[in-house]
């Protein structure tokens, strides 16, 4: 099947997608004890409506970020383009590859595919469907939530070993 990428570390990539990631620490950003209560309704850092404008910016998504059990948020927005690899969009899917170090959950426009993005433990590559149509100017927030493990005894630190846009043509004429 062919297939063509983007590095979503690599500034031309980003820009091809006018992306830009943030981040945050906290499964709640900004709530005190990193957001961990009892009887949580979940993180609303993960849908795609958030409001993460004040988040720093990550230049880096490999750089180590650690203070013993840490949750970190990544997020960004992404706009389809028209082409990649010097071929039309049309008639591809589109995927997130990534890996998080070192359990991470991936959360495409507020949903998280349980099957596929639900948690992966201990750096286990992800292959997430963002779109199984995309088309170019289609809008698509991608958030990565990455926790430090193990969980009883944590260690090292959180930070994401890739992430790429795969794009990859059904049709094998293209």
């Known amino acids: 099947m062919p297939r063509a990428s983007l590095d979503l570390q690599n500034g031309g990539d980003l820009e091809a997608v006018s992306g830009e990631w943030r981040y945050a620490i906290g499964l709640v950003p900004g709530e005190p004890n990193e957001g961990l209560v009892a009887l ?16 720093e910016r990550c230049a880096d ?4 970020r650690s203070h013993g059990l840490s949750f970190i ?3 960004i927005e992404i706009t389809i383009p028209e082409r ?6 049309a008639g591809t899917q589109c995927l997130l590859e990534t ?7 991936v959360w ?32 698509h927030t991608i958030a990565l939530l990455a926790i430090n493990g193990p969980i009883a005894a944590p260690g090292g630190a959180v930070f994401v070993r890739y ?12």
């Open 73 to 75: 948020w990544y997020r």
């Open 40 to 55: 949580s309704e979940g993180s609303p850092a993960r849908l795609a409506d958030y409001d993460d404008s004040e988040w």
């Open 61 to 64: 998504l490999a750089e180590w």
């Open 163 to 174: 992430a790429t846009l795969a794009f990859e043509w059904r049709d094998s004429r293209y």
């Open 99 to 105: 890996c998080i170090d070192d359990y991470g959950e």
């Open 84 to 89: 990649i690899g010097g071929r039309d969009v």
């Open 108 to 139: 495409i426009d507020g949903e998280c595919d349980l099957a596929k993005g639900a948690v992966q433990g201990f750096n286990i590559p992800q292959r997430v469907v963002v779109s199984a149509d995309p088309k170019p100017g289609d809008k």
